[in-house]
């Protein structure tokens, strides 16, 4: 197939461009600046140079494809408020024009990457895709609040018959992943990671080459109008890295940073546009991460598209190795 990707330089998009190439698709990406996307280059992968902002560039683009696949995005918690209009467009505007202009050039399929954060925090509960988070909750964060309203510009498309397919990835981590989870994750197995913050932090963890096969089975014959949950196994943070730890051959990092502590920091820190080692807003990251789960069921796209992810475990030892342990991927 003929297959447009935005966000193909990220790190979800790259490991989906790769599985497209892999299986003989022909793949245009959209990169910013193809000169810093390399990797992506290979037999069948055309990198084409765009910013997402041009509608009609975005049409002549998508001309003639046969799927349309819009991964790009931004994602940081704890930005400061000057930061806000730039990621309302990245997610919001950015997903309004993609989808737009992949509709009016005709595309048959268009594969929207969500996320399971749009659910809020789910406070213990492992919920599925018709779980709808009560308003009076309000939003964790700017990014909670963007992507949610992407989602549902999405879903205003699908109710005007758009051949929309959502996917929503969880705590998604591997190979190439620069996220501060990831880096975590990264730390404790080698040994290096000396405390815990914001450990009860509750997420669904999926290995990225798993979304990126979920998601493409979903783009092949996932129902138009669904959404599909692409996390994986539900854990609080500070056992996934525990996991990490003991799989690199070390013991879990014993100290734990106070989130009173950080909530007393919080004023002072934002006041100054972030402490050394902090994000420009602290207030908000701890809004989003103290005790807040975002567990959410893969049942459904187990069932209709037999998305089957890895064990935290299994994912920690394919990223990382195992030096720690004698266990094998199942």
Same mark, same amino acid.
């Given at each position: 197939?003929?297959?447009?990707?935005?966000?193909?330089?990220?790190?979800?998009?790259?490991?989906?461009?790769?599985?497209?190439?892999?299986?003989?698709?022909?793949?245009?990406?959209?990169?910013?600046?193809?000169?810093?996307?390399?990797?992506?280059?290979?037999?069948?992968?055309? +990198?084409?140079?765009?910013?997402?902002?041009?509608?009609?560039?975005?049409?002549?683009? $998508?001309?003639?494809?046969?799927?349309?696949?819009?991964?790009?995005?931004?994602?940081?918690?704890?930005?400061?408020?000057?930061?806000?209009?730039? $990621?309302?467009? @990245?997610?919001?505007?950015?997903?309004?024009?993609?989808?737009?202009?992949?509709?009016?050039?005709?595309?048959?399929?268009?594969?929207?990457?969500?996320?399971?954060?749009?659910?809020?925090?789910?406070?213990?509960?492992?919920?599925?895709?018709?779980?709808?988070?009560?308003?009076?909750?309000?939003?964790?964060?700017?990014?909670?609040?963007?992507? +949610?309203? @992407?989602?549902?510009?999405?879903?205003?498309?699908?109710?005007?018959?758009?051949?929309?397919?959502?996917?929503?990835?969880?705590?998604?981590?591997?190979?190439?992943? *620069?996220?501060?989870?990831?880096?975590?994750?990264?730390?404790?197995?080698?040994?290096?990671?000396?405390?815990?913050?914001?450990?009860?932090?509750?997420?669904?963890?999926?290995?990225?080459?798993?979304?990126?096969?979920?998601?493409?089975?979903?783009?092949?014959?996932?129902?138009?109008?669904?959404?599909?949950?692409?996390?994986?196994?539900?854990?609080?943070?500070?056992?996934?890295?525990?996991?990490?730890?003991? $799989?690199?051959? *070390?013991?879990?990092?014993?100290?734990?940073?106070?989130?009173? +502590?950080?909530? !007393?920091?919080?004023?002072?820190?934002?006041?100054?546009?972030? !402490?050394?080692?902090?994000?420009?807003?602290?207030?908000?990251?701890?809004?989003?991460?103290?005790?807040?789960?975002?567990?959410?069921?893969?049942?459904?796209?187990?069932?209709?598209?037999?998305?089957?992810?890895?064990?935290?475990?299994?994912?920690?030892?394919?990223?990382?190795?195992?030096?720690?342990?004698?266990?094998?991927?199942?």
């Amino acid at each position: 197939m003929r297959i447009l990707v935005t966000g193909g330089a990220g790190f979800i998009g790259r490991a989906v461009v790769a599985r497209l190439a892999d299986r003989g698709d022909e793949v245009t990406a959209l990169v910013r600046e193809p000169a810093r996307a390399g990797f992506l280059a290979r037999d069948g992968v055309t +990198l084409v140079p765009s910013d997402l902002t041009d509608p009609a560039a975005l049409r002549d683009a $998508m001309a003639g494809a046969d799927a349309v696949i819009h991964a790009a995005g931004s994602y940081r918690v704890g930005i400061p408020d000057d930061e806000r209009p730039a $990621m309302w467009d @990245a997610n919001v505007g950015t997903t309004e024009r993609v989808l737009d202009a992949a509709i009016e050039a005709g595309a048959p399929r268009i594969v929207y990457v969500s996320t399971n954060g749009i659910h809020g925090n789910t406070r213990g509960a492992i919920v599925d895709e018709t779980h709808r988070r009560p308003a009076a909750d309000g939003f964790l964060s700017w990014y909670d609040e963007t992507k +949610l309203r @992407a989602h549902e510009a999405a879903e205003a498309r699908i109710g005007r018959g758009a051949p929309v397919i959502i996917v929503q990835p969880g705590q998604t981590f591997g190979p190439h992943d *620069h996220s501060a989870v990831g880096a975590q994750l990264a730390q404790a197995h080698a040994g290096r990671l000396r405390a815990v913050a914001f450990g009860d932090a509750g997420l669904a963890w999926a290995h990225v080459d798993d979304l990126a096969g979920g998601l493409l089975t979903a783009l092949d014959r996932g129902r138009i109008g669904e959404a599909y949950s692409l996390g994986g196994e539900c854990l609080r943070l500070r056992d996934a890295l525990a996991i990490a730890a003991r $799989m690199g051959g *070390h013991r879990p990092p014993r100290l734990t940073v106070p989130t009173r +502590l950080l909530r !007393l920091v919080a004023p002072v820190n934002d006041r100054v546009g972030g !402490l050394p080692g902090m994000p420009p807003n602290l207030r908000e990251a701890v809004e989003a991460s103290d005790g807040v789960t975002y567990w959410v069921s893969n049942a459904k796209a187990g069932r209709e598209l037999g998305y089957a992810p890895r064990t935290v475990e299994q994912g920690i030892g394919d990223t990382f190795g195992r030096a720690g342990t004698g266990a094998t991927r199942g």
